[in-house]
């Protein structure tokens, strides 16, 4: 099996500031690379190829790429803990994603409908790779008293990498090949800039079992009971997202049918309330994972941070103007920023096989984030049109969103490993 580039433990040597400031912007470029398109660029090429079946058009794109990408991440962790190249088991997956996205977004910008579909598809195997990997290097390179640190910086990249990606494009208007591969152009580079930046020890080929899909189906399997810890961890990240998802899936359709702003006017709202919003969420990101790790604590990190969610939920479902629904809005930023900071940062402590199956662990770990961007929109309907009501009652549907958020918290609870 592979091995560790460093040890892991508090008492490991501090990883490099260099080390830690290049991963911090390989991920900013990654969730720039990643984002921008279902954010926006792809929704302009699909207005501009199929402007008369626009709406279903994105709609089967997207969620052909939803799919991969539930297992894209595991897949690419678990090739890349058994890669045995001498150039290393993570640069070689960051590299090879990275010029796949690259490709895929290429197609993007120059394809029909088709071309696009297999484009978005090649641009999700692509940049899950990159992020399996360069997740990996959390367990891989960073002792356990840097982690929440890291991965608060880590937060911060989301909401940045938004900005920056509008920004990008906002710049490269009348381009549209511009558009799509300035943003996976700088994440090429900031590869290069991390690959340079640290030692990927190449894993001995004799120490890796030879490769079968029985194996393979063996090695994914899972027994809850074994590792409870990470099972846990699993079930709170779960429940989150499901409330994530489930809020961001519908609230144009709330602006637009509880407040009463017409489509044209909504872009514009969103812009105001996302650029208050990241400025929250980014200084929550580090400020939570930097004092998680002084005071040596996540679970209270966790727990408070979904309760506080979930209220951050209930307000916009009671919301009837601007104000109250801005109000709501940075509450789950606030939250959000924490509990991603120190989630990802629990994560890396609770991994079955934190040694030999980093990068696998972390994309199962992966697919609790991406399985509600799937379910959370086929649920909706039950609460939107709870009682055979024939107009979606909002407050129901966030309310219930509310009641995942507060799962996520109670499921983290029970954790033992970690304080």
């Not at 929704?43 to 279903?56: D, F, T």
């Not at 709609?59 to 045995?84: E, K, W």
């Not at 992020?131 to 608060?152: F, K, Y």
């Not at 789950?332 to 980093?358: C, H, I, Q, R, W």
């Amino acid at each position: 099996m592979t091995t560790l580039t460093s040890p892991t433990h508090s008492s490991s040597p501090r990883a490099s500031w260099m080390l830690i400031f290049t991963i911090v912007l390989t991920y900013w470029a990654l969730s720039m690379a990643l984002l921008t398109p279902p954010m926006m660029t792809i929704a302009l090429r699909v207005a501009e190829i199929a402007p008369q079946n626009k709406e279903s058009t994105l709609g089967l794109l997207l969620g052909i790429g939803a799919v991969v990408s539930v297992f894209a991440n595991p897949m690419a962790g678990y090739f890349s803990d058994r890669t045995v190249t001498r150039f290393g088991r993570r640069k070689s997956w960051m590299v090879a994603g990275g010029l796949i996205g690259f490709f895929g977004l290429w197609l993007i910008s120059v394809g029909g409908v088709n071309t696009m579909i297999v484009g978005w598809c090649l641009t999700q195997l692509g940049m899950n790779a990159v992020a399996a990997a360069l997740m990996a290097l959390l367990p891989d390179q960073i002792p356990e008293n840097q982690r929440g640190m890291v991965s608060g910086a880590i937060g911060m990249c989301v909401p940045a990498g938004i900005i920056s990606g509008f920004a990008l494009v906002n710049a490269a208007q009348g381009h549209a090949q511009l558009m799509f591969l300035l943003a996976p152009g700088i994440l090429l580079v900031t590869i290069a800039l991390l690959c340079m930046t640290y030692t990927d020890k190449a894993t001995d080929p004799a120490a890796v079992a030879p490769f079968s899909l029985g194996q393979m189906l063996r090695d994914f399997a899972f027994n809850p009971k074994a590792h409870p810890d990470f099972t846990w961890a699993f079930l709170s990240r779960l429940f989150f997202f499901f409330a994530l998802a489930t809020f961001l899936g519908y609230q144009v359709f709330f602006l637009m049918d509880r407040l009463g702003y017409s489509a044209a006017e909504v872009p514009g709202i969103m812009v105001k309330v996302n650029l208050i919003a990241s400025a929250i969420q980014i200084a929550a990101s580090f400020l939570g994972g930097w004092l998680s790790d002084v005071i040596r604590r996540r679970k209270v990190f966790i727990w408070t941070s979904a309760v506080l969610y979930g209220v951050g939920l209930l307000i916009i479902a009671r919301a009837t103007n601007y104000d109250a629904f801005l109000l709501g809005a940075c509450v789950m930023s606030l939250s959000f920023g924490v509990y991603f900071a120190v989630d990802v940062a629990l994560v890396t402590e609770v991994l079955p096989d934190a040694k030999n199956n980093a990068a696998k662990d972390l994309g199962v770990m992966n697919v609790a984030g991406t399985l509600p961007q799937t379910l959370a929109p086929a649920i909706a309907p039950l609460f939107l049109f709870a009682g055979g009501s024939s107009t979606p009652d909002y407050g129901i549907l966030f309310s219930a969103a509310a009641v995942y958020a507060v799962l996520g918290a109670v499921t983290i609870i029970p954790i033992r490993k970690v304080r």
